[in-house]
T-cell receptor, first 113, second 109 residues
């Protein structure tokens, strides 16, 4: 079956702009999580959605937001981009229980200039 | 924070040798997962161990979990060049994985 699909794979934006990243989970998975990976901070949890509801949120400013649609696809948005937002953004999908493995996409590499 | 912390940060071994890495965390968990990442690409799930399990095997991988010490270990036996990667432990609770900084493993031919 198809894996987790993230689009776009690469993105270059200017400071102050906003960006929307997309994630299509594995068919049948209802949970989507987002993570930011940078050399300095490592992998940081952004938020998790299940059936269109946010169940958990990491310690990121309000410029980072997300949503999930009825087909479980998810988007995350970053407004007023800063240079420090340059990172690999990874999306993971799972069945959604408390104890389930997560399957990650290849990520979107965002560069803010 | 329940974030995992891996030790060592880096490991270099000869092909065929075993590699062991450790993970410590701070708070209670539902389960703990291990992931592998090659060259900044997506993470690949290796193994999940529940909080009420002590040991789990999957192919050449063996994971242990000691909840009293809040620690876990990952053993890769008979390593191969393809095992060269970064390995992350991820304590899990509240639908969230809390990754550590990872252990970079290099397998020399």
């Amino acid at each position: 079956k198809a894996g987790v699909t993230q689009t776009p794979r690469y993105l270059i934006k200017t400071r102050g702009q906003q960006v929307t990243l997309s994630c299509s989970p594995i068919s049948g998975h209802r949970s989507v999580s987002w993570y930011q990976q940078t050399p300095g901070q490592g992998l940081q949890f952004l938020f998790e959605y299940f059936s269109e509801t946010q169940r958990n949120k990491g310690n990121f400013p309000g410029r980072f937001s997300g949503r999930q649609f009825s087909n479980s696809r998810s988007e995350m948005n970053v407004s007023t981009l800063e240079l420090g937002d340059s990172a690999l953004y990874l999306c993971a999908s799972s069945l959604g229980g408390q104890i389930t493995e997560a399957f990650f996409g290849q990520g979107t590499r965002l560069t803010v200039v | 924070s329940q974030q995992g912390e891996e030790d060592p940060q880096a490991l270099s071994i000869q092909e065929g040798e075993n590699a062991t890495m450790n993970c410590s965390y701070k708070t209670s968990i539902n389960n703990l997962q291990w992931y592998r990442q090659n060259s900044g690409r997506g993470l690949v799930h290796l193994i999940l161990i529940r909080s009420n399990e002590r040991e789990k095997h999957s192919g050449r991988l063996r994971v242990t979990l000691d909840t009293s010490k809040k620690s876990s270990s990952l053993l890769i036996t008979a390593s191969r060049a393809a095992d060269t990667a970064s390995y992350f432990c991820a304590p899990s609770n509240d639908y969230k994985l809390s990754f550590g900084a990872g252990t970079t493993v290099t397998v020399r031919a």
